[in-house]
């Protein structure tokens, strides 16, 4: 897990907060991304960056911002969250988009109160 | 579209004896397959992958899977569980090609308990 890592590791925010979530990996990978991991249902894909560029936004809420400022990191923006928005959020990144297996990170969770 | 399903949440099997997890699939065109570990407060460990090629992949740990396209299946067997195998297990597939190229499908999920 130290070629991806995650920080906060558990963040309790109010609905009324605004919070980031960081991710960094050190694979020399070029793609990144967020899932979220709710009890009982499956990961779902929240957004894809490829070499920076954003390439898949899955219909995720305005109040999730993502940023990508180089290859290597990753943030995830929160503001104005609501309680059902509380989850493991899990980075992950993959030397490109094209398929092949992608590397995680230990995830943050988030509770939000 | 493209899904997986894993049609049990739970499995149980005795240490020492062979474990299946099981996992069906459903892409257009030539599938990816893999094989994910999550541990308690952990995020999802890569086991195994099917690009092309033999059909039976080997992955870390002693783990192994069979890809069958007849079936569209690619179960996870391992021919001795050890009590730390337990843990949540996640089937995920991407498309080699088409709309959805490059996008992993998990899975919902099955816990795997190994008892001493």
């Not at chain 1, 899932?35 to 499956?42: F, G, L, M, T, V």
């Not at chain 2, 949540?88 to 991407?94: D, I, K, N, R, V």
């Amino acid at each position: 897990e130290t070629g991806v890592t995650q920080t906060p590791r558990h963040l309790v925010m109010g609905m009324t907060n605004k919070k980031s979530l960081k991710c960094e990996q050190h694979l020399g990978h070029n793609a990144m991304y967020w899932y979220k991991q709710s009890a009982k249902k499956p990961l779902e894909l929240m957004f894809v960056y490829n070499f920076k560029e954003q390439t898949e936004n899955n219909s995720v809420p305005s109040r999730f911002s993502p940023e990508c400022p180089n290859s290597s990191h990753l943030f995830l923006h929160l503001h104005t969250l609501q309680p059902e928005d509380s989850a493991l959020y899990l980075c992950a990144s993959s030397p490109t988009t094209t398929g092949g297996e992608q590397y995680f990170g230990p995830g943050t969770r988030l509770t939000v109160t | 579209a493209q899904s997986v399903a894993q049609p049990e949440d739970q499995v149980n099997v005795a240490e020492g004896n062979p474990l299946t997890v099981k996992c069906t699939y459903s892409v257009s065109g030539n599938p990816y397959l893999f094989w994910y570990v999550q541990y308690p407060n952990r995020g999802l460990q890569f086991l195994l992958k099917y690009i092309t090629g033999d059909n039976l992949v080997k992955g870390s740990y002693g783990f192994e899977a069979e890809f069958n396209k007849s079936q569209t299946s690619f179960h996870l067997k391992k021919p001795s569980a050890l009590v730390s195998d337990s843990a949540l297990y996640f089937c995920a597939t991407s498309n080699a090609g088409g709309t959805s190229y490059g996008k992993l499908t998990f899975g919902q999920g099955t816990i795997l308990t190994v008892h001493p």
